[in-house]
C-alpha cells in the first residue's frame, strides 16, 4: 500500500467506559458503554463512531464514483447503522448496513452506483469477508 494519510488516536480509561482523542485534539469524546449493554448511554461508543466514519467515507466513494460516471449526486446521503452483537466463538462482532440515498437517479442508477462505491470505499474494503455488509437504496 501506498499510504497517503494516517490518522492517529489513543482511548484511556476503562475501555468503552473512558476517553479516546486524536493526536491532533480534532476528537475528543467520552465513551460510555450504550443503555443495552448496561452501560450509562451518556457519551457516544466505538460503534456509534464507526457508523460516522463508515458513513462518511462510502459517502466520499459514491460522490467518486458518481463523478467518474457523469451521474447527478446532488443531496445524496448515506447512513450507516452498526450492530453488535456475539458470534458463535463466544465472541463480538460487528454487522453494517448502507443506506444510500440518490434522489436524482433511478433506483437501478442508484444500485448500480452503490455497488460501485462498495468496491472503491476503504471501510469496506478494509471489513470485506470479515462482517456482513449490505448495501441497499433507500425507497422514494
Do not use: W
Not at 466505538?46 to 467515507?57: D, I, R, S, V
Amino acid at each position: 500500500m501506498n499510504t497517503l494519510y494516517t490518522a492517529e488516536a489513543l482511548a484511556t480509561g476503562d475501555g468503552r467506559n473512558g476517553h479516546a482523542r486524536t493526536s491532533d485534539g480534532k476528537v475528543e469524546v467520552d465513551l460510555t458503554s450504550p443503555k443495552e449493554l448496561g452501560g450509562s448511554g451518556t457519551g457516544t461508543n466505538p460503534e456509534q463512531l464507526f457508523a460516522a466514519g463508515y458513513a462518511a467515507c462510502f459517502h466520499g466513494a459514491l460522490r467518486l464514483v458518481g463523478k467518474n460516471d457523469g451521474a447527478n449526486v446532488d443531496d445524496s446521503a448515506v447512513g450507516a447503522k452498526v450492530s453488535l452483537g456475539k458470534n458463535d466463538a463466544g465472541g463480538f462482532q460487528l454487522a453494517v448496513e448502507i443506506e444510500v440515498t440518490l434522489p436524482n437517479l433511478s433506483r437501478e442508477q442508484a444500485q448500480a452506483l452503490a455497488d460501485k462505491a462498495h468496491q472503491v470505499c476503504p471501510y469496506s474494503n478494509a471489513t470485506r469477508g470479515n462482517i456482513d455488509v449490505t448495501v441497499t437504496v433507500a425507497e422514494d
